[in-house]
């Protein structure tokens, strides 16, 4: 009897000594989650940080002018995105429009993103941006207008429109080593004439439509931004009339992607453009509606971005 009594003692402490090991394990593991888990809420806090920041970067309010009208749509597929627009007013009372797409996604492309912006920007308005000057190769202005009756660019729009190139050059040149690019499409509109001229990087095509028209595509003139240095990019120059609506996207429009696994398409937008809008805003509402119920529960698989401008009609 002893024996027995004293081999169930010792049954006893092994299996109290398993169940304090688990014990222990399982608070080790527990405690783990719980490090993990405040981990990844700082991370969540620091990118909806960045998100709030991102979005800051972006106009708060459209520029409006007399006789124009403009609206825009934005949504990551993330909480920090690669694709931006801008619309901003330049010296002499030109406005400056921005469509760009950064490629990848997510915090690397925010960075960049926030730095393309920014170079558009200072390199459309200001004279030197770290010692590069706002020079351009002659092969710039090649491209001539399509209109027999303005032969030459207005000369403060060709200065604005440097900024693509100078830009292709800071980021080739200091930042090559990341690989990193943006498709973009930079307009330098005078509002009063209605006079376009604009340089399409390696971007989408931005549609000119009127009454249900596509009137233009106004497709790429040169490659992506910042993929080597000293790319041409050539000008081009259109004429928006009374009632002309321009349309600018990224491809996170034509690539979304249906629960089914089908593709948007350029030619489903096209589709849908040629209905006929009565405001700028009613284009970008009718657009982002039709992509969402396509898109449904599928997972965003791209950061959407549209922008509109429109010479209202008298």
């Given at each position: 009897l002893g024996e027995v009594i004293g081999a169930f003692r010792q049954m006893y402490r092994r299996i109290s000594d398993a169940i304090n090991e688990r014990k222990k394990a399982e608070e080790a593991l527990l405690e783990s989650f719980q490090q993990v888990e405040a981990y990844s809420q700082v991370l969540n806090?620091?990118?909806?940080?960045?998100?709030?920041?991102?979005?800051n970067f972006l106009p708060n309010q459209l520029l409006q002018m007399p006789g124009?009208?403009?609206?825009?749509?934005?949504?990551?597929?993330?909480?920090?995105?690669?694709?931006?627009?801008?619309?901003?007013?330049?010296?002499?009372?030109s406005i400056g429009f921005v469509v760009a797409d950064v490629c990848d996604k997510g915090v690397g492309a925010a960075l960049f993103m926030a730095l393309f912006r920014s170079l558009m920007r200072v390199f459309s308005g200001q004279t030197s941006l770290d010692g590069l000057p706002l020079?351009?190769?002659?092969?710039?202005?090649?491209?001539?207008?399509?209109f027999a009756d303005n032969p030459s660019l207005d000369q403060s729009h060709i200065s604005a429109l440097k900024a693509v190139k100078l830009t292709n050059n800071y980021i080739a040149l200091n930042h090559g080593d990341?690989?990193?690019?943006?498709?973009?499409?930079?307009?330098?509109?005078?509002?009063?004439?209605?006079?376009?001229?604009?340089?399409?990087?390696?971007?989408?095509?931005?549609?000119?439509?009127?009454?249900?028209?596509?009137?233009?595509?106004?497709?790429?003139?040169?490659?992506?931004?910042?993929?080597m240095p000293d790319i041409t990019y050539n000008v081009q120059q259109i004429q928006l009339e009374p009632g002309d609506l321009l349309v600018g996207y990224t491809d996170g429009v034509t690539e979304a992607r249906s629960p089914k696994d089908e593709i948007y398409t350029r030619d489903r937008l096209q589709s849908l453009l040629t209905q006929p809008f009565k405001s700028a805003s009613e284009t970008i509402e009718c657009v982002k509606t039709n992509l969402f119920a396509f898109i449904d529960i599928a997972a965003s698989g791209d950061d959407v971005t549209m922008l509109a401008v429109q010479r209202i009609s008298a």
């Open positions: 806090n620091e990118l909806e940080n960045g998100r709030r920041m991102q979005l124009w009208e403009t609206a825009a749509f934005f949504k990551p597929a993330r909480q920090v995105a690669g694709d931006f627009y801008d619309i901003f007013q330049l010296p002499g009372g020079t351009c190769s002659q092969s710039f202005l090649d491209e001539p207008t399509r990341l690989a990193m690019f943006a498709t973009l499409f930079f307009g330098v509109l005078n509002p009063s004439t209605g006079s376009l001229a604009y340089v399409n990087a390696g971007h989408e095509p931005l549609y000119v439509i009127n009454d249900g028209k596509i009137k233009d595509r106004l497709k790429p003139t040169g490659p992506a931004v910042g993929l």
